[in-house]
């Protein structure tokens, strides 16, 4: 698997349980998240992928990371879940793309970061783009729902940080939540209504 050639490309949406705005976004990361561990939920829709001879476009896949205070010094929680709508070769191609097998950033994140690698699960997973509004559903793992937080320039957009290295992407809109929730891979967390952080942008990755 890790000789085939792959490319995936989409849309990006995360929710942590960092405060508005989660400091390890501008301090590459080097900053104190402003909770014990950092949470970070993030869901991906492919719009465009093949991994060798198979289609993956339309697809969706979600990572699960807990790090400790400061997410650059590594010993992370790592988990996968894939839509279980995905066929046989597509879950085989995707589960080792996600769970860092086969190259890319998910890779460079496995080799790198990783002290705890829960796994890879397949379920259902609801994917809502609605303007500003993001929100993900997977039924007995997680679920959040943010909102991009616009600018009074009346443009409609959001604000924007740039220049970021975000594995996703390294312009980011910036996004507080309405709701982050997981009660999967061993963690529990149930925020509602704090306005923590969230970002969205397209993403497109290869190996």
Known sequence: MAERRWQISGEYMESCNCEYLCPCIYTNPQGEATEEHCTALMAFRIDQGQCGDVDLAGQIFALVIRSGRVMADGGWVFANVVDEGADEDQRTALAAI???????????????????????QYKPIEFVKDGLKRAVNIPDVLSYEIEGVASRNGSGEPFYLDNTAHPANSRLALARSKHTRINGFGLDLDMVGQGNNGHFAPFSWSA
């Not at 996600?98 to 890879?120: H, K, Q, T, W, Y």
């Open 98 to 120: 996600v769970a860092g097998e086969a190259g890319g950033i998910p890779g460079m994140i496995r080799d790198n970061l990783v002290s705890d690698f829960r796994g890879v």
